[in-house]
């Protein structure tokens, strides 16, 4: 099939989501304004940049009228952290994923313990193993198809890391140990369990 984005696709779910995969999630903590902490998971996240480091995460149905906490809080406070999901975290990181009311606490509704982080404001997931501690950096709007909904960039510079001396061996991050869950499309997910390493190829030399 070819589907002109335009146009109806004819299928009964978007297969968009499906195409781009599998999608790490971030699960984005920040503090409001007034002090109410948030917690949420976000599929459309990633590293964007090594040098420094710096992530993204972006949402849809983003308007003046109804900001998501997320992005809203990280522009206000200019702070905050992604905590990575193991699978062993998978069902309490899709609690967070409710529609509650903005001064609910995600982490108290869904029983997640929290703990301070190092240079940032924001709590991180205790039981995450790895966190990365992030300054707020910048939003891109993106434009939206639907009226009264937008979509939005949020870009951070990672000014600090954790990761659990149980997720490393040899130096190295054992990504087995943990498992990190992706999204896929639809209400599908998946985690890391085969890891296959592949080096960088050497320019090869003309024939004299």
Not at 25 to 43: H, R
Not at 137 to 162: E, S
Request: contains cysteine; negative net charge.
């Amino acid at each position: 099939m070819f589907w002109n984005t335009k146009e109806p696709h004819g299928l009964p779910h978007d297969p968009f989501k499906s195409c781009v995969i599998p999608r790490p999630i971030g699960w984005i903590s920040t503090i409001s304004p007034d002090g109410v902490p948030n917690l949420a998971p976000y599929s459309f996240f990633n590293g964007v940049a090594g040098d420094p480091p710096m992530v993204m995460f972006a949402s849809g149905s983003r308007s003046a009228d109804a900001p998501k906490d997320s992005i809203f809080n990280a522009e206000k406070t200019g702070e905050f952290v992604c905590s990575m999901v193991s699978y062993e975290l998978r069902d309490v990181m899709n609690e967070t994923s409710a529609g509650v009311d903005p001064e609910v606490d995600e982490a108290a509704y869904a029983g997640i313990e929290m703990e301070a982080s190092k240079l940032v404001k924001p709590m991180r997931v205790k039981a995450a193993p790895i966190h990365l501690e992030c300054k707020y950096f910048g939003t891109m709007d993106l434009p939206a198809d639907r009226r009264g909904a937008g979509n939005a960039i949020c870009v951070g510079h990672v000014i600090g890391v954790y990761v659990d001396d149980s997720v490393m061996k040899d130096g190295l991050i054992d990504v087995k140990a943990f498992r990190p869950v992706a999204r896929l499309g639809y209400m599908d997910y998946t985690s890391v369990e085969d890891i296959f390493t592949i080096m960088r190829p050497k320019v090869k030399q003309a024939a004299e």
